[in-house]
């Protein structure tokens, strides 16, 4: 082996350890250069704002991709809670601590029944999960119909809900805490970095983390070395579910209205947001810090493209480039196809 | 004899990388005869059988088939000359979802010459006479995926035999069969013999090859270790020449136990199988040995909690053991090192050290937060104990030879106090310097526990056990104090007297 030969690998090894953060770094600074008033904390906030959601999704789906498994339904989970949230506080006129608990319990039905579809029912994952996408999102309109819910609408039955969002449902979408500017960080920002934080810890420095790992790497191992590998697996999709209806609390709250029609790409971006993460400091697997800078990552991008005025239709295009790219370090360049 | 073979084998050889798999494999195959082949895992058959298929490019000697040079490129110029295989996953030779007469023409649905239009009459006119030729009573409009395992073992063969072929090579086709199916399999089989096919029937099971074998060719470590063909047939000497032992130098000393570990009474791990009972004591490494598919890694793993017996107790430490997973097993204090270590064993995303953590991580964690200064000094400490090759217990797996990987896998389960510890084929893939320090570093660790080793090879079992369990069909059938052995009865009970062929 020549020291040439050996320099070049390295210099490989570097390029698929460092070069996602290299390209986002590079990202801020051509925007900071070309985009007036990109390098501002009031920019800074709008990205972290435009991928909160997205993000926590995200997070969500990171542990299942960790066991090896997948999670189609998060969009609509986290739309039905959306609609669940509007429904306890508009129609059954709840408050808000009823209408969050109600959320966060749909979250966790919907991941259980994942889970047994998957572990216990036998159903590919996929398949499973998409099959429970379509559900809800048939599912989340038929208490009203069809149509969105807001105050003052008209019910089926002739009657009119007076039911409001209550303030303090509302102010997880609109209240901003200062930071050292005053009234700078959206509480959802704030949720995105707690929750990113703790799945990040729980992932990387747990034993329940680790042996998800396991189950993910090599199921048939990580059961002859004594893990229920079903309840993990269950537990994935739980965590799933659960922080997806995180997101759909955190909608509800911006959008301060049941929208039949809201969330469409949540699905999407998510998922590529943890894949994206796979790429960051070469993991080629599942990391919640990965996810975490894949959904920064789209956010600079967009928030630069639009600053520079480039066309809203043209984002998804970007988002979808940017996927492949990414895809392309974890696999080829790593040269660990598998998962 | 000799001069008649329709297919021979001069002087084959094969390495991968440094390692020589097979070393000069010269090999007769008859017209109307069975020739089996034994062999024990990695004696070097599957790369003998892939080099004739064409799977692989041999790396020496010379092939020829009636008289003809043979050297195949690719599968389908072997089958086209005439030599066709049948692999051991019976699904790789059939196509699930279509119907039985479209699986027995499958081969002239595609290259040059088939029509471009699929008529359905025709293929089950061909089907036919091919389904007839080989007495084949299997309803042609049938989908392979609602068949038995046995009919579509026959639809493969049959699909094999449609190409006329001179040489036919099976790879263990009775390994997922029952006795009653492998009858019918045996029939097929005279018959393509009475058509003067050449047959190469490679097996493990004493039953099928006492029914069978017209010659038997034993393999070991690469090389023909011998060759049986005159009757009757020494299946005895056959065994002999696959696993029995070279000359081994280091004796040790067998040693004796008083206090019992383990009783296991009565024990039936398969439906119509004899009941196993034993006892493991304290500091005693047992071996238990016979040949694949005997029922070694179900036993082992129903000691493991991985399956229920079907009937029968077992006491560990003087109170009743009944594991209903492997989790329980291992708070039990029985650890088990599975057979086939990528497959069972090996977490490819994890490196050295979480590889070796694995199962105790509730060992080395609090309030569920794993102590990684704890893993890392258990990691290094194991690593120096049994000697693993490595940059540092950061390292990948897949860096590691083969034997340093299962030296890993040893230091997994030797990383904590073992009450039972089993071990599956640990042996299987290792260099022999790795297996004598795994068996050095077994022996020597081996007061507080009872240690239970399962493997083919009776050398393993001759360098490393107190005391040599045999097993045969499902069941215990002989017991060994490595002292004084009667080799020659250990032998006549692994190849499984004419009292134990009852299959």
Redesign the interface.
């Known amino acids: 082996m020549s020291s040439g030969w050996v320099r070049l690998a390295a210099a490989r090894e570097h390029a698929i350890r460092y070069g996602f953060i290299v390209l986002l770094f590079g990202l801020i600074a051509y925007f900071a250069i070309a985009a007036d008033g990109f390098v501002s904390p009031q920019s800074a906030v709008f990205i972290f704002q435009s991928v909160a959601i997205t993000g926590v999704l995200a997070l969500g789906v990171t542990a299942t991709l960790v066991v090896g498994g997948f999670d189609l339904s998060i969009g609509s989970v986290a739309t039905s809670a959306m609609m669940a949230a509007a429904y306890v506080m508009v129609v059954l006129e709840q408050n808000a601590v009823v209408a969050v608990v109600a959320c966060l319990l749909i979250g966790a039905i919907v991941g259980l029944i994942n889970g047994w579809l998957i572990v216990c029912m036998r159903v590919p994952d996929l398949l499973a999960t998409l099959g429970m996408m379509f559900l809800l999102v048939g599912l989340q309109r038929i208490p009203t119909e069809g149509r969105s819910i807001a105050t003052g609408m008209t019910m089926p039955d002739g009657s009119v809900a007076n039911g409001t969002f209550g303030a303090a449902f509302l102010a997880l979408g609109r209240h901003r805490f200062d930071f050292f500017i005053p009234n700078l960080i959206p509480v959802s920002v704030v949720v995105l970095l707690v929750l990113a934080v703790l799945i990040w810890f729980f992932l990387e ?4 983390g ?2 998800m ?2 189950v ?3 199921e ?9 590998v079903k309840a993990y697996k269950i537990w994935a999709y739980v965590i799933s579910g659960v922080f997806a209806s995180i997101g759909g609390i955190l909608l509800a709250a911006r959008l301060g209205r049941g929208d039949i029609a809201s969330g469409n790409n949540l699905l999407l971006d998510a998922v590529a947001a943890a894949l994206i993460g796979y790429a960051v400091l070469g993991a080629a ?1 599942p990391n919640a810090f990965g996810t975490a800078v894949g959904a920064v990552f789209v956010g600079v991008l967009l928030q630069g493209l639009t600053m520079m005025n480039a066309p809203y239709y043209t984002q998804d295009f970007i988002k979808g480039a940017v996927l492949v790219v990414a895809l392309v370090f974890t696999f080829a360049l790593s040269g660990r196809g ?1 998962r | 004899m000799g001069n008649d073979a329709v297919f021979r084998v001069d002087g084959l050889r094969k390495s991968f990388g440094p390692i020589e798999v097979l070393g000069g494999v010269s090999l007769d195959l008859h017209a109307g005869q069975v020739t089996v082949l034994m062999g024990a895992n990695g004696a070097g058959k599957s790369t003998l059988v892939k080099i004739i298929s064409g799977v692989y490019e041999r790396g020496g000697g010379t092939m020829s088939l009636a008289g003809q040079n043979f050297a195949p490129k690719t599968p389908a110029e072997a089958i086209r000359a005439g030599v066709v295989t049948v692999h051991q996953n019976i699904n790789d030779g059939v196509v699930a979802d279509l119907d039985v007469a479209t699986n027995l023409t499958l081969d002239r649905l595609s290259g040059s010459g088939a029509p471009t239009l699929f008529n359905p009459g025709r293929v089950r006119r061909e089907a036919k006479a091919v389904a007839d030729r080989m007495g084949l009573m299997i309803d042609l409009k049938a989908r392979i995926s609602d068949l038995s395992l046995a009919d579509r073992q026959m639809v493969a063969i049959a699909r094999a035999m449609a190409h006329r072929p001179k040489v036919l090579i099976l790879d263990e086709p009775t390994s997922s069969l029952s006795s009653a199916e492998a009858d019918r399999l045996f029939a097929l089989l005279d018959r393509l013999r009475e058509q003067g096919v050449a047959i190469l029937y490679i097996s493990h099971r004493m039953s099928d090859i006492r029914r069978l074998a017209d010659r038997i060719v034993s393999m070991r470590d690469g090389v023909v270790s011998g060759v049986f063909d005159s009757k009757p047939l020494d299946y005895e000497g056959a065994v002999n020449a696959m696993l029995g032992r070279k000359i081994h130098l280091d004796r040790i000393v067998a040693r004796n136990s008083a206090r019992p570990v383990l009783t296991i009474d009565g024990l039936r791990i398969a439906e119509g199988s004899g009941p196993i009972s034993l006892t493991l004591g304290d500091g005693e490494v047992v071996a238990i040995t016979g040949l694949v598919g005997v029922g070694k890694t179900a036993l082992a793993e129903t000691l ?1 909690g ?1 399956r229920k017996p079907l009937s029968g107790t077992m006491v560990l430490n003087g109170k009743a053991y009944a594991p209903g ?3 329980e ?3 039990a204090g029985v650890f ?1 090192v ?1 057979k086939d270590r990528s ?8 490196n050295i050290q ?1 590889n070796i953590s ?2 105790f ?2 060992r ?2 609090r309030l ?3 102590n990684r200064r704890v893993e890392r000094a258990i990691a290094r400490r194991q690593i120096g104990e049994l000697g693993i090759v490595c940059r540092s217990e950061k390292d990948e797996m897949s860096a590691l030879s083969g034997g340093n990987q299962q030296k890993v896998m040893v230091a ?1 389960w030797t990383s904590q106090a073992a009450r039972l510890f089993i071990l599956d084929e640990p042996f299987q893939g290792v260099d022999i310097s790795a297996r004598r320090d795994i068996a050095a570093k077994l022996r020597a660790s081996a007061n507080g526990r009872a240690t239970l080793l399962f493997v083919t090879e009776l050398d393993e079992a001759l360098e490393t056990a107190d005391r040599i369990l045999v097993m045969s069909e499902q069941t215990i059938v002989g017991e060994h104090r490595n002292a004084d052995i009667d080799l020659e009865r250990l032998l006549a009970e692994v190849a499984g007297g004419p009292l134990h062929s009852a299959a």
């Open positions: 420095y747990t034993r329940f680790r042996m790992y396991a993910g790497s090599n048939r191992a990580a059961e002859l070395a004594g893990a229920p697997k598998k | 493991f991985v997973s492997t989790g097993a291992i708070a088990l599975a497959e069972n064993g090996i977490v490819g995303d994890f979480e694995l199962p991580h509730r080395m964690s569920g937060v794993l997994r």
